[in-house]
C-alpha cells in the first residue's frame, strides 16, 4: 500500500498532513517515507532469507545513483544493505552515511584512476569492470598501491530488456559492459593479471523492467558462462545480476520481487546442484528504483493557472531542474491535488518556471486546483533528486524524511547565494 494516503481530503505522507510540510520546509521539496523505503529493502531481503538462508549467501547492493541522501544510504545500511556506486562521489557518501566499504560493488564505464585508489584504499568489495582498458588500468594502479582488486565482469548479454531505450543497457548496441562472445578471452586476461583477484560476474540490463523473463534469460547466460570459465579453471564466487525491477508510475504492473526472487533462486539452485554438487554461489543484486521510486513525492506549489490559446497551464514551483524525467524521457508521474476540492476538475499541463518549452512535469490533467494550491508529484523518489541540477540558478529542493509522526528535514533547501559561491570575479 501506498504511504500517501488521503485523510480527510488531505493527502499524507504515513501521518503527517503534506499541508504541514510545506508550511514548515516550503516548496518544492522531496517527500519520502521510511516506512515503505524499509518495507521495499524487506521485500528483497526476505526472499533471499528464504531462498538463501546460508550466512553471507546474498547482497542486495542499493544503487545509490537512485536516491543517495545521505538519511536514505543511512536507513538502508542499517537494514543490512551493501552499496552499489558508480563514482568516487558516491562512495564518500556510503562511507559518510556509516555505509561498509566491504559491501560496496563499484559499476561503470568511466573509472578513473583517482576513484579507483580511493575504492582500493577502503577495500572495496569488487569493482565491476566494463572493459579490458579498465582491468589494465585497475591491475597497474593497484600494483601501485600494493593491493589486489577483486573484479567481476560486466557482461553484455544481448537480451532485450523491453523497456524505454534510455534506459536499457543490456544490449549489443549499448555502451555497456563486455560483449558476450568477448568475456571468455577478457576474463582469461584478468586471470592472468598480477593484481588482480577473478571473483564474480556480473551483468544490468536496463531499468523500469515489468517482467522478470529477461533477467532470468541474461541469468540464464551468465551461468553458461561460469561453467565454461570454471572448465578453464577460473572460479566465480558471485554471480550478481544487476538493478532494473520496475514500479507502477501509470498503473503498470511489474514483477512482485518476492515472485523474481523465488524464480532466480529456483534457476540457480537446479544448475548449482546439476553441475557443482550444490556448492553454493553468492547473488548479489542492485536495486534502486523498486527500492525508493514509490517511497518518495515532489511536493509542489502552484503559482499560477493560464489559460493559453490552446492549453491550460498550471505553473508550478517545481520544475524540470528539480525533476528531469518527464523533459528527458517523456516520463509520466502521476499529479495529486493535496487538498481535495468539490469543484469540477480542468485539464491542465503542469509546468515549472524554466525557461524551456521542455519544462513540463506533467501533461493534461484533469486537476481541481486554485492558485497556492499544493501539488504531489507522485513516485519521485528515484533518480528524482538524484538527478536535480541548478538550471537557471535555481537551489535544489529540500528534502524530509518522514517516519510516522515525525519529520526529519535530510537536506536543507539550496540557498541561492550558496549556488555560486565556487565562482570568482575576474581581476
Ligand atoms: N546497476 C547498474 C549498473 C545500473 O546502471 C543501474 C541503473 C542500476 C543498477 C539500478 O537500476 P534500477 O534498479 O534502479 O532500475 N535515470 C533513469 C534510470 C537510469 C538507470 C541507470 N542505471 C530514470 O530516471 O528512469
Known amino acids: 500500500m ?25 516548496t518544492p521539496t522531496y517527500v519520502y517515507s521510511k516506512s515503505a523505503i524499509v518495507a521495499n529493502f524487506e521485500a528483497y531481503a526476505k526472499a533471499c532469507r528464504k531462498h538463501a538462508p546460508q550466512a553471507d549467501a546474498t547482497l542486495i547492493c542499493f544503487s545509490v545513483k537512485s536516491n543517495s541522501n545521505l538519511a536514505i544510504l543511512q536507513l538502508l545500511g542499517q537494514c543490512g544493505a551493501g552499496f552499489d ?4 562521489g558516491e562512495l564518500l557518501r556510503v562511507l559518510a552515511a556509516g555505509g561498509a566499504a566491504d559491501r560496496i560493488i563499484f559499476s561503470g564505464v568511466g573509472k578513473t584512476r583517482d576513484e579507483m585508489r580511493l575504492a582500493l584504499s577502503h577495500d572495496i568489495l569488487c569493482f565491476n569492470v566494463e572493459s579490458i582498458p579498465e582491468l589494465h588500468r585497475l591491475d597497474a594502479v593497484a600494483g601501485e598501491l600494493g593491493k589486489r582488486a577483486r573484479i567481476s565482469l560486466r557482461v553484455n548479454p544481448n537480451v532485450d530488456a523491453k523497456t524505454h531505450p534510455y534506459i536499457s543497457t543490456g544490449l549489443k548496441e549499448n555502451k555497456f559492459g563486455v560483449a558476450f562472445d568477448d568475456a571468455l578471452a577478457t576474463y582469461r586476461i584478468a586471470a592472468a593479471l598480477a593484481n588482480i583477484d577473478v571473483t564474480g560476474i556480473d551483468c544490468h540490463i ?40 520496475g514500479i507502477n508510475y501509470e498503473g503498470e504492473e511489474p514483477v512482485a520481487v518476492g515472485a523474481y526472487l523465488e524464480r532466480l533462486f529456483a534457476k540457480i539452485d537446479t544448475w548449482r546442484t546439476a553441475r557443482h554438487g550444490g556448492t553454493p554461489i553468492k547473488v548479489l543484486f542492485e536495486p534502486g528504483r523498486s527500492i525508493v521510486g514509490n517511497a ?3 511536493l509542489t506549489e502552484v503559482q499560477y493557472l493560464k489559460d493559453g490559446a490552446a492549453k491550460n497551464f498550471a505553473v508550478v514551483d517545481a520544475a524540470m531542474n528539480d525533476l528531469m524525467r518527464p523533459a528527458m524521457y517523456q516520463a509520466w508521474h502521476g499529479v495529486q491535488e493535496v ?6 476538475a480542468v485539464t491542465y499541463d503542469v509546468v515549472g518556471p524554466v525557461c524551456e518549452s521542455g519544462d513540463w512535469l506533467a501533461r493534461e490533467r484533469a486537476l481541481s486546483i486554485a492558485p497556492g494550491d499544493l501539488l504531489a508529484i507522485m513516485s519521485a523518489g528515484a533518480y528524482g533528486m538524484t538527478m536535480a541540477s541548478n538550471y537557471n540558478t535555481r537551489g535544489r529542493a529540500a528534502e524530509v ?24 570575479l575576474v581581476g
Open 206 to 245: 536496463g531499468s523500469q523492467l515489468l517482467d522478470d523473463a529477461p533477467l532470468l534469460e541474461a541469468v540464464d547466460r551468465l551461468i553458461e558462462l561460469i561453467d565454461r570459465l570454471a572448465e578453464e579453471g577460473i572460479d566465480i564466487h558471485h554471480l550478481d545480476i544487476g538493478g532494473g525491477i
Open 401 to 424: 524524511l518522514v517516519d510516522g509522526q515525525t519529520l526529519h528535514l535530510v537536506r536543507r533547501r539550496e540557498a541561492a547565494a550558496e549556488l555560486f559561491a565556487l565562482e570568482s
Open 296 to 298: 518518495g513525492l515532489l
Open 339 to 344: 487538498q481535495k476540492r468539490p469543484n469540477a
Open 2 to 26: 501506498s504511504p500517501f494516503q488521503y485523510h480527510s481530503h488531505l493527502l499524507h505522507a504515513e501521518s503527517v498532513p503534506l499541508t504541514r510540510i510545506a508550511e514548515q520546509f516550503g
Open 85 to 88: 556506486i558508480v563514482s568516487g
